[in-house]
């Protein structure tokens, strides 16, 4: 099966001497879920933007679907749908225009981008809002505009480029689920995120880019592994006495029904909780203290690269 | 794509582009009415009446065919130039730089969208004109052409112009310092013959001498200069402009990074 994206030793000078990109490589497969996650500066809107078109690369290679963008990128865009960080429609037209327009760019007739305009403002929440103006629109929507916008030609790839920034929360969940949705259906999405919470979530892959440079690039789940440590907040069904050791972790008394212990990468929770019962106590719940990713993050790239996940 | 689907493309940015000059309509199609009624009135009525002759015909019939290229001209270069340049700022431009509607066809949908204003402009300024003066177009086919090429041109030349503005000041420093002079000069209110030779030699290197008397002579039958000679200027003036206007598209200068 051919990849979805593949980028192969991808550079960008640009004109002032910014090197943004140092020489990076990517694989993506069709049907993933994959995140372009580093802090800000890092480069992502530039790999975003040469996959667009709207930034010439100096150095390297892109295939789309096996199509080499420089042997043919209109070919290669036929299979892309994409929304950018900034908004990038004109304000004074109406919603309903700017995808039936955006049809027409792809080349299909009239029929079918009102008939793909119409499902997906529907699907996107927009339906009623077709005849307003997009400068109308709040930013929630105009950003949902935007995806809508993007998949007016039913494209395989759809790249998001920091589709939650500064969108509220309960908006944010209502678009992961729609992403997941899409994606469950059969479209690849690349989406470049400084949220943590928002690739750990969401995606199977990621690369996690720094100063021009691909610093990670693994499975969710082997990155997760890789963690040293991870911390369990236990909740105590039984009350807890004075203090308590159990062999081979470290752990904290936080309160009478709080427990906090440190798991090694080669124990178990199992043998945790066999220590926990030989004691006589009882578990009713646990969670995660600490998001595994920004530790990793910290691990990786040092302390504090990233952005707090709900700034908005 | 396929020509049908560069068809489609085509087809949707000349209707946007048509969309919106009808939208601001009060900006585009009412301003050109208003100053060449006004241009008729001063020069054709009341001063030319003391003007008299000029090539063989009233001053009235004389001056008609220079304002209405003059709006010709002026439309066509301010729809594509104030179209593309809002594109740009807005940044909705990138819709179709994404998109893979090849560069020549995004030229021609933007050209071909200053034509459509520049001939709609053209039948409302002539419709104008009929209150002031008895017109007879001499040469039909010649004038419908030369109207085209010249409507053509100006579109590519606007189109170069927001290729390269950063600000909306850079988009009217060309009409007022570089249009408007050579249209006065173009001989749209005077007869070539009145100049010295010096300066009728200079003449000869400002396109809209051609476009004007190339007009001139489609409707009244006479130029100041060979019409042959006009028309292949007109047309070279054209092919250095297309390629000049491929040439940004294709290298992505100042619109690509
Ligand atoms: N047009 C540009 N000209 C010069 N430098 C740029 C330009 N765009 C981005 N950069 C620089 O390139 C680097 C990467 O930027 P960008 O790709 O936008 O990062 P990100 O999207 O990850 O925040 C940054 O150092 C930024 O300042
Ligand atoms: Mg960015």
Known sequence: ?312 | MNPNEKWVAFYTILIKEIRRYLRIWPQTLLPPAITMTLYFVIFGTLIGSRIGEMGGFTYMQFVVPGLIMMSVVTNSYSNVVSSFFGAKFNNSVEELLVSPVPNVIILAGYVMGGVSRGLLVAIIVTCLSLFFADLEVKHFGLTVAIVLMTSVLFCMFGFINAVFANNFDDISIVPTFILTPLIYLGGVFYSLDLLSDFWAGVSALNPLVYVVNGFRYGVLGVSDVDVGFAFAMLALFNVVAFSFCMYLLNTGKRLRQ
Not at chain 1, 157 to 176: K, Q
Not at chain 1, 265 to 282: A, D, I
Not at chain 1, 285 to 297: I, P, Q, T, W
Request: aromatic share 6%.
């Open chain 1, 1 to 312: 099966m051919t990849a979805a994206l593949t980028i192969s030793n991808l550079q960008k000078r640009y004109p002032n001497g910014v090197e943004a990109l140092k020489g990076i490589s990517l694989e993506v497969a069709e049907g993933d879920f994959f995140a372009l996650l580093g802090p800000n500066g890092a480069g992502k809107s530039t790999t975003i933007g040469i996959l667009f078109s709207l930034i010439n690369k100096s150095g390297g290679s892109v295939q789309i679907f096996g199509v080499d963008i420089d042997e043919n990128f209109p070919l290669a865009k036929k299979s892309i749908g994409i929304v950018p960080q900034e908004f990038n429609f004109n304000v004074f037209e109406r919603v309903i225009d700017i995808l039936v327009t955006q049809g027409g760019y792809y080349g299909l007739p009239a029929a079918l981008s009102q008939q793909r305009a119409e499902k997906y403002l529907q699907k996107l929440g927009l339906w009623e809002k077709r005849f307003d103006r997009a400068r109308e629109l709040s930013g929630g929507m105009k950003r949902r505009l935007m995806i809508a916008r993007a998949l007016v030609h039913e494209p395989r790839l759809l790249i998001l480029d920091e589709p939650t920034a500064g969108v509220d929360i309960e908006m944010r969940r209502s678009m992961w689920d729609f992403l997941r949705e899409i994606n469950v259906d059969g479209t690849t999405i690349i989406l470049t995120t400084h949220y943590l919470e928002e690739a750990e979530m969401l995606c199977r892959n990621i690369a996690i880019i720094d100063h021009g440079l691909i610093v990670k690039n693994s499975s969710m789940r082997d990155l997760l592994q890789q963690l040293h440590t991870e911390v369990f907040m236990l909740d105590m069904a039984t009350s807890l006495p004075p203090s308590i050791a159990l062999t081979g972790y470290s752990c904290r008394r936080v309160d009478d029904h709080t427990l906090e212990v440190d798991v090694d990468k080669g124990q178990t929770v199992n043998q945790l909780f066999s220590l926990l019962s030989e004691q006589g106590l009882e578990v009713s719940s646990m969670r995660n203290k600490a998001n595994r990713l920004e530790e990793m993050f910290v691990s990786l790239l040092g302390p504090a690269p990233l952005e707090a996940v709900d700034e908005s």
